[in-house]
């Protein structure tokens, strides 16, 4: 399946860089046979690619404004391809006198739209607030590569290799980034995941050593639907309004986090820290919020001094 499908790409890339390409020709250079390459057609024509037979002796070609970029290239397939200027006194008696031109436009080509591609990446990284350490000023910028390069391979359905930082422990993970999910102070990721075999939530200020590998993925719409079901993620939820107190232990950490909804911080004369911020997913913020442990104190809402009990109340029979 894997050989037929790098076929059928390989196909499409040489009808659109050679309009009229005969089904022999197409052959020849998929190293296949006729009779192989007109059910290549069908299965091309039966995913709604519009390539077409002009007739006979005429051969193939786009009936639609349709096109692939061919050059989208790896790092390999643009160092492998930059690679030919060395040699090019050695064959250059050998090529048309074109081709030499025509190379030349493909490298500047190349380097156009990566060019383009990095400055697209900064448009996009520019457009979201990836979190703020509290203490930060407004006016001071904090991008997160890792956020850029899942943007990326998100629209270009890439499967992405990165290190996951999880329990203290470095693990490297192979994703494909379905979607990124703000949270209150941070962005989550989305993706499934190919070692355990299923959609899994990842924090993206964990992944670190991002890279983006050639192998494309499909997304499953139905595991997709699937998981917002189970997580009741598409359900709306009310603004909650936390009040708390730190203690002096606690502020210099507390003023390293990052958070997307910034929260209002007031030094107290006695050296605590309050911190007021209104959040809608309360069970992630406690969650957070128990590192903490007898350093932070919350103030309001008043019901939820009642919920921390409880836990505590739990958490002491475990150990009883």
Known sequence: MTDRLIRLMRIITLVQAKPGILARELAERCETTERTIYRDMEALSAMHIP???????????????????????????????????????????????????????????????????????????????????????????????????????????????????????????????????????????????????????FEVENLQKVRILPRTFRKDDFLLQSHFRKSGACQEQEWIAFKIRFSRDAVEHVMQQKFLVRPILTMEPEGTLLLETILAEDQEFLRWLSQYGPEAEILEPEGYRSVMKERLKRWQQLYS
């Open 51 to 201: 390539i077409a037979n002009m007739g006979h002796g005429r051969g193939y070609m786009f009936i639609s404004n349709f096109a692939m970029y061919p050059l989208n290239w790896s790092d390999e397939e643009a160092h492998a391809f930059a690679h030919l200027a060395e040699v090019m006194d050695d064959i250059r008696p050998y090529l048309k006198p074109a081709f030499e031109s025509a190379y030349e436009k493909v490298v500047a080509s190349n380097q156009k739209n990566k060019t383009e591609r990095v400055e697209w990446s900064e448009q996009i990284g520019g457009l979201f607030k990836t979190g703020l350490p509290a203490w930060q000023n407004d006016g001071d910028e904090w991008k997160s590569s890792s956020l850029v390069t899942l943007l990326q391979a998100g629209m270009s359905q890439n499967t992405i290799e990165a290190e996951y930082l999880t329990q203290n422990m470095k693990k490297v993970v192979r994703l494909d980034p379905y979607c990124l999910i703000p949270r209150e102070y941070r962005f989550d990721l989305l993706a499934y995941c190919h070692l355990s075999e299923t959609l899994r939530i």
